[in-house]
């Protein structure tokens, strides 16, 4: 009986150890086994059974993409102006053996590394440089990062650099000189502004100008039409009165009476003085007579 208890102990301890060297590897996973102590195997997504006593499960690595948010590091830039920067990087372990056994705390390896990587390049630029080179670093320290941990078996696949903190008299110099820059771009823009104004006001005379001329022009050309045709119709008239005259065949008195109307109709003007043929005199007495026993006779 005790013997049957013994057993059952046994086949339960048995069946207990077996089932804890049971292990089940998880999607975006890798274990490390060790064997007595020396690398045996890299363990991929599935069900493995490890060899009790003998073998273990020296590290569990994952193989997402994982984030390194470092905080600022103090760096000095060529012109020795000291900034604070913090610096994030993405990595991935593409090789569990060599993140086991390359390096001891990767991670902190890992993190200086970043900080002197940081301070050697930007011990290469100025101020307005580093303010201004973003990518240029972000490459830079890239590419360092990806052949410096690739022994390690960790593939950095992008390096950025989060804050850029320059000293407090700095960043007012900065605000200052920005402000002075707006305020230039303000008062340009203003110029500018007027300058367009002045422009189109310029422009407005100009064509305001040439319209006023233009109607002058065509006021002179029109009086001048209108007054030639005037001469042209007195001419006209004058011609016809004496084609009349002509075809009526006048005799000499009617002639010399059409010459004392027009001259009466002369001194009807502004004329100060009348000089009268001496042909048409006679006539003119003749006539001053008639109107004078008219009114008599009346």
């Known amino acids: 009986m005790d013997y049957v208890i013994i057993i059952g102990a046994v086949a339960l301890l048995v069946f207990l150890i077996l089932i804890k060297n049971i292990c089940v590897v998880q999607q975006s996973h890798a274990y490390v086994v060790e064997r007595l102590g020396a690398f045996s195997a890299v363990w991929d997504v ?79 630029l100025e101020l307005d440089q580093t303010l201004t080179s973003r990518d240029l670093i972000n490459t830079k320290m890239r590419a360092i990062l990806d052949e410096a941990t690739d022994p390690w078996g960790i593939k950095v696949s992008r390096v950025e650099l989060k804050n850029i903190l320059p000293p407090t008299d700095i960043q007012n110099s900065m605000e200052k000189q920005m402000k002075a820059e707006r305020d230039r771009r303000q008062a340009i823009l203003q110029a500018e502004g007027t300058k367009h104004s002045q422009i189109l006001v310029a422009e407005g005379e100009k064509q305001s100008t040439i319209l006023r001329a233009d109607a002058e022009k065509q006021a002179a050309i029109l009086r001048a039409e209108g007054q030639a045709e005037a001469i042209l119709a007195v001419q006209k008239a004058t011609a016809e009165a004496m084609r009349m005259l002509n075809n009526d065949a006048p005799n000499d008195q009617v002639i010399k009476l059409r010459a004392l109307e027009t001259m009466q109709k002369v001194a009807d003007g502004k004329a100060t003085k009348i000089i009268i043929p001496s042909e048409i005199q006679g006539l003119a007495g003749l006539a001053t007579g008639l109107v004078e026993t008219a009114k008599n006779a009346q």
């Open 46 to 124: 599935g069900i493995h059974f490890k060899i009790p006593f003998v073998e273990r499960v020296a590290k569990r690595v994952t193989l997402k993409e994982q984030v390194l948010d470092y905080p600022p590091q103090p760096v000095i830039t060529k012109d020795n102006v000291t900034m604070q920067i913090d610096t994030v990087v993405y990595f991935q372990i593409t090789d569990p053996k060599l993140y086991s056994y390359g390096v001891e705390y990767p991670m902190m390896a890992m993190e200086n590394l970043t900080a002197t990587t940081l301070r050697n390049i930007i011990g290469d």
